[in-house]
């Protein structure tokens, strides 16, 4: 189910609200209880069998990290093999659900007819990729002997399971959903209920008011004969989807941060404005952070410690950032977008500490946030194109200055620049605080939040779901 959907908004939403605090007065654990069955029912709500690998990572997730936390006189080789175990398990479903038919290409297997038909068959479990990455993450600090006390299943399964940022993130780590005891923090904070309202809104209005509009607009240029497309075509492009998926993830993870506060669950930032950021490197510290710290966390750091320090760390980071790309997606283009950003990130390392670098850029951040915004732009090329020639073909005229041919609608240029501008004000007025003045302002703030949630209602009809379902 969608948040953005009549029915969640004006049905399922409100009976969370209202239910669970009223539960959690007279007993926590029955509140949890109900607060499970709810994120099941809201997950499995239009295809109930996406519980079924969601069950499969939870259980033997669970099962591996109490034997690894109750069990103190497991041997070393023991605690390796339960980690493996958890570890082939969920990238087992990974690949049987998201990689089978990309394997199958890749390796060019001899499959019957039946097979590969099951295979296009298969739906990808929504949040597949997310749910995952948050088991694993419990199994691997069990093995590390970070959490000292196993969680009940119950509430194990409902850090798992916990709707409000299961399918899209923020990526949940052990310690911001369970307390020193193992028990689910949300059943001692108070709810933020007029923060979360108002993140609630403005994520909502960032969804359906400019994502999926411009979504409408990118979907009709990505369509175009790509080969009669010039220089600014393709910018325009690269641009538009760039700013399309910001908005489209940034709204998820505002509407999931702003349901998890009314429910009583900080979550952490996902999205600092991360156009504004002066390095690629910044930019990745700022879009995404659950997923990006969970990658440098769990990934990077483990590999970093493992292969050799060669030449700024290139061995480590090229892999980390492969893996990263085709997380996104089963398709070796995700690889190669992956590929692209972690060149760009080790560019930035090469040159960072150059004093002539330090002296001409640096010290200008309107130079270096427009660098930074045009190479990150440039590598949304691939994640967006569908096929590699048209990926290649688009890619290629980013850097053909010859032809300045305009092939696409003129709104389309007029409302990327409109929203590019904006996007970057913003940015530049966060460094201001600006965002803590209209927090702090009662009277703004349900300014803001009531023309918010009125533009999306106006625009709800026309609803896309989010990209990152996908994932």
């Given at each position: 189910?969608?948040?953005?959907?009549?029915?969640?908004?004006?049905?399922?939403?409100?009976?969370v609200?209202?239910?669970?605090?009223?539960?959690?007065?007279?007993?926590?654990?029955?509140?949890?209880?109900f607060?499970?069955?709810?994120?099941?029912?809201?997950?499995?709500?239009?295809?109930?069998?996406?519980?079924?690998?969601?069950?499969?990572?939870?259980?033997?997730?669970?099962?591996?990290?109490?034997?690894?936390?109750?069990?103190?006189?497991?041997?070393?080789?023991?605690?390796?093999?339960?980690?493996?175990?958890?570890?082939?398990?969920?990238?087992?479903?990974?690949?049987?659900?998201?990689?089978?038919?990309?394997?199958?290409?890749?390796?060019?297997?001899?499959?019957?007819?039946?097979?590969?038909?099951?295979?296009?068959?298969?739906i990808?479990?929504?949040?597949?990729?997310f749910?995952?990455?948050?088991?694993?993450?419990?199994?691997?600090?069990?093995?590390?002997?970070?959490?000292?006390?196993?969680?009940?299943?119950?509430?194990y399964?409902?850090?798992?399971?916990?709707?409000?940022?299961?399918?899209?993130?923020?990526?949940?780590r052990?310690?911001?959903?369970?307390?020193?005891?193992?028990?689910?923090?949300?059943?001692?904070?108070?709810?933020?209920?007029?923060?979360?309202f108002?993140?609630l809104?403005?994520?909502?209005f960032?969804?359906?008011?400019?994502?999926?509009?411009?979504?409408?607009?990118?979907?009709?240029?990505?369509?175009?004969?790509?080969?009669?497309l010039?220089?600014?075509?393709?910018?325009?492009?690269?641009?538009g989807?760039?700013?399309?998926?910001?908005?489209?993830?940034?709204?998820?993870?505002?509407?999931?941060?702003?349901?998890?506060?009314i429910?009583?669950?900080?979550?952490k930032?996902?999205?600092?404005?991360?156009?504004?950021?002066?390095?690629?490197?910044?930019?990745?510290?700022?879009?995404?952070?659950s997923?990006?710290?969970?990658?440098?966390?769990?990934l990077?750091?483990?590999?970093?410690?493992?292969?050799?320090?060669?030449?700024?760390?290139?061995?480590?980071?090229?892999?980390?950032?492969?893996?990263?790309?085709?997380?996104?997606?089963?398709?070796?283009?995700?690889?190669?977008?992956?590929?692209?950003?972690?060149?760009?990130?080790?560019?930035?390392?090469?040159?960072k500490?150059?004093?002539?670098?330090?002296?001409?850029?640096?010290?200008?951040?309107?130079i270096?946030?427009?660098?930074?915004?045009c190479?990150?732009?440039?590598?949304?090329?691939y994640?967006?194109?569908?096929?590699?020639?048209?990926?290649?073909?688009?890619?290629?005229k980013?850097?053909?200055?010859?032809?300045?041919?305009?092939?696409?609608?003129?709104?389309?240029?007029?409302?990327?620049?409109?929203?590019?501008?904006?996007?970057?004000?913003?940015?530049?007025?966060?460094?201001?605080?600006?965002?803590?003045?209209?927090?702090?302002n009662?009277?703004?703030?349900?300014?803001?939040?009531?023309?918010?949630?009125?533009?999306?209602?106006?625009f709800?009809?026309?609803?896309?779901?989010?990209?990152?379902?996908?994932?």
């Open positions: 189910m969608f948040f953005h959907s009549l029915s969640s908004l004006f049905i399922f939403l409100p009976i609200f209202i239910i669970f605090p009223l539960i959690k007065k007279f007993n926590c654990q029955y509140a949890n209880i607060l499970l069955i709810f994120s099941l029912v809201f997950y499995a709500f239009d295809i109930p069998w996406f519980v079924i690998p969601l069950l499969i990572s939870s259980f033997s997730d669970y099962f591996i990290s109490s034997k690894l936390i109750n069990q103190n006189n497991l041997s070393k080789n023991i605690r390796i093999f339960l980690l493996i175990t958890s570890f082939l398990i969920n990238i087992g479903l990974l690949v049987t659900f998201k990689y089978s038919l990309l394997i199958s290409n890749t390796l060019n297997l001899k499959t019957t007819t039946s097979f590969i038909n099951m295979i296009d068959s298969l990808l479990p929504a949040g597949i990729s749910y995952t990455f948050q088991t694993l993450s419990f199994s691997i600090d069990s093995f590390k002997k970070k959490i000292k006390k196993m969680p009940s299943f119950n509430d399964f409902l850090y798992v399971s916990y709707f409000p940022q299961l399918v899209a993130g923020p990526i949940l052990p310690e911001e959903f369970f307390d020193r005891n193992s028990k689910p923090i949300l059943n001692q904070n108070h709810n933020l209920i007029k923060n979360g108002s993140r809104c403005y994520g909502l960032l969804k359906l008011c400019i994502a999926d509009e411009l979504s409408r607009f990118n979907d009709i240029a990505f369509l175009a004969d790509y080969n009669m010039g220089f600014l075509d393709t910018w325009t492009m690269a641009f989807f760039g700013l399309q998926i910001y908005f489209d993830f940034s709204a998820y993870s505002h509407i999931a941060i702003g349901i998890s506060r429910i009583g669950l900080p979550i930032e996902n999205f600092i404005f991360p156009y504004s950021s002066n390095s690629v490197t910044e930019f990745w510290r700022r879009w995404h952070i997923l990006s710290t969970w990658v440098s966390d769990y990077y750091n483990f590999l970093n410690r493992k292969l050799s320090p060669f030449f700024y760390g290139v061995i480590p980071l090229i892999i980390t950032w492969s893996i990263m790309g085709i997380w996104h997606g089963a398709s070796w283009r995700f690889a190669f977008w992956g590929l692209l950003n972690g060149i760009l990130i080790l560019i930035h390392r090469i040159f500490n150059n004093d002539f670098i330090k002296d001409k850029f640096q010290k200008l951040d309107l270096s946030n427009l660098i930074t915004l190479a990150i732009m440039s590598t949304w090329i994640f967006r194109s569908t096929s590699w020639e048209q990926a290649n073909t688009l890619y290629k980013l850097f053909n200055f010859q032809n300045f041919n305009l092939g696409l609608a003129e709104n389309y240029y007029l409302l990327v620049t409109i929203f590019l501008l904006v996007t970057l004000f913003a940015g530049y007025l966060d460094k201001f605080k600006f965002s803590e003045i209209i927090k702090n009662r009277i703004l703030q349900i300014l803001a939040s009531s023309i918010s949630i009125v533009l999306a209602l106006i709800i009809s026309n609803q896309n779901s989010f990209i990152y379902f996908q994932f």
